[in-house]
């Protein structure tokens, strides 16, 4: 069964790094992007960093120079660097990922709080 499965979340202070990570399972082939979202409470969901398989990235505004996306050789597993974390990077940071035949897969969330 084709999943996702993100790890690296939690608790850091101001100014502090997380590592987030997307292992999409070996069904999931014919990946167009990757990417990561997060949502705040009472929001949609907001993308904070894309990549595709060439390397070629983009990033929210509030995040540039702050937050890195990279990927893997196999453009199986992405990751989402994050420094200088403020308070208002505190949501719920999911997984994305796009497929072939414009199929889209969801991880399951993962939680980060900013907070001193």
């Known amino acids: 069964q084709a999943q996702l499965v993100e790890s690296g979340g939690g608790l850091v202070q101001p100014g502090g790094s997380l590592r987030l990570s997307c292992a999409a399972s070996k069904s999931i082939a014919g990946i167009y992007a990757m990417a990561w979202y997060r949502q705040f409470p009472g929001k949609q969901r907001e993308l904070v960093a894309r990549?595709?398989?060439?390397?070629?990235?983009n990033y929210a505004d509030s995040v540039k120079g702050r937050f890195t996306i990279s990927r893997n050789k196999a453009f199986n597993t992405a990751y989402l660097q994050m420094n200088s974390l403020k308070p208002e990077d505190t949501a719920i940071y999911y997984c994305?990922?796009?497929?072939?035949?414009?199929?889209?897969?969801w991880g399951q969330g993962t939680q980060v709080t900013v907070s001193s």
């Open positions: 990549i595709i398989p060439n390397g070629d990235t």
């Open positions: 994305y990922v796009l497929r072939a035949g414009q199929i889209e897969l």
